[in-house]
C-alpha cells in the first residue's frame, strides 16, 4: 500500500477519518498532534450592531465577524464570538484581556481617525505590535501583535478589505 520512505503525512496535516485509519493500519497507537487554535473575534465601533438588532439610526450591521469566523472555520480554528465593543479603548482592552483563545482578532479600529483606538486598548494590555500598516489593498490599516503566547490581529472593519488581508496573510 505504501512504499518505504514514502510521505505519508506532513506537520499541520489535518487528522481526517482516512488518514488515521492509515496511521492505525501502520500501527501507531499515539502520534503527536497539535489542538486546533482557539480564535477570539471581536468587532468594533459605536455603529456597529448585532443580527436582528433593530436599526434605528445610522447603523450597520455586524457581517464581518461572522466572515471571518467562516474563514477561521475553514482554516481549522475554532471561532469564539466575543461580541461588539465600542469605540473605547478602556471597554476594548477590557473585552480582549479576559478571552479564551490564541489567536484574537478584531475588526475595525485600526485607522488613524479619533475612533481608531486598538492601538491604544493595545498599549493598555502590553501587547506589542509588529506591525500597524501592510502595502496591500484594501487592507492596508492592518496590524499585529503578540502578548503572553497570543497573537492579537486587528484587520479592517470593512468585510472584504477584512477579507483580503485573512487570506492573503
Keep these: 500500500d505504501i512504499r518505504?520512505?514514502?510521505?505519508?503525512?506532513?506537520?499541520?496535516?489535518?487528522?481526517?477519518?482516512t488518514r488515521l485509519a492509515l496511521i492505525?493500519?501502520?500501527?501507531?497507537?499515539?502520534?503527536?498532534?497539535f489542538t486546533r487554535p482557539r480564535v477570539a473575534l471581536?468587532?468594533?465601533?459605536?455603529?456597529?450592531r448585532?443580527?436582528?438588532?433593530v436599526l434605528d439610526g445610522p447603523w450597520t450591521f455586524c457581517n464581518n465577524r461572522h466572515l471571518l469566523a467562516w474563514l477561521v472555520s475553514q482554516q481549522g480554528g475554532i471561532p469564539v464570538h466575543s461580541g461588539i465593543v465600542g469605540d473605547d479603548p478602556h471597554?476594548?482592552?477590557?473585552?480582549?484581556?479576559?478571552?479564551?483563545?490564541?489567536?484574537?482578532?478584531?475588526?475595525?479600529?485600526?485607522?488613524?481617525g479619533g475612533k481608531d483606538c486598538i492601538s491604544e486598548a493595545w498599549k493598555l494590555m502590553g501587547v506589542q505590535t509588529h506591525f500597524s500598516r501592510i502595502n496591500l489593498t484594501p487592507g492596508k490599516m492592518s496590524a499585529l501583535g503578540s502578548a503572553g503566547g497570543r497573537m492579537y490581529w486587528?484587520?479592517?472593519?470593512?468585510p472584504w478589505a477584512a477579507q483580503v488581508v485573512f487570506n492573503e496573510l
Design 4 to 17: 518505504e520512505g514514502e510521505l505519508l503525512l506532513s506537520r499541520g496535516d489535518l487528522l481526517t477519518p
Design 24 to 33: 492505525a493500519a501502520l500501527g501507531y497507537p499515539r502520534i503527536p498532534v
Design 42 to 48: 471581536a468587532a468594533t465601533g459605536d455603529e456597529v
Design 50 to 53: 448585532e443580527l436582528g438588532a
Design 91 to 112: 471597554a476594548i482592552a477590557d473585552r480582549l484581556s479576559g478571552l479564551d483563545a490564541n489567536v484574537v482578532i478584531t475588526t475595525g479600529g485600526t485607522g488613524r
Design 154 to 158: 486587528g484587520l479592517p472593519g470593512n
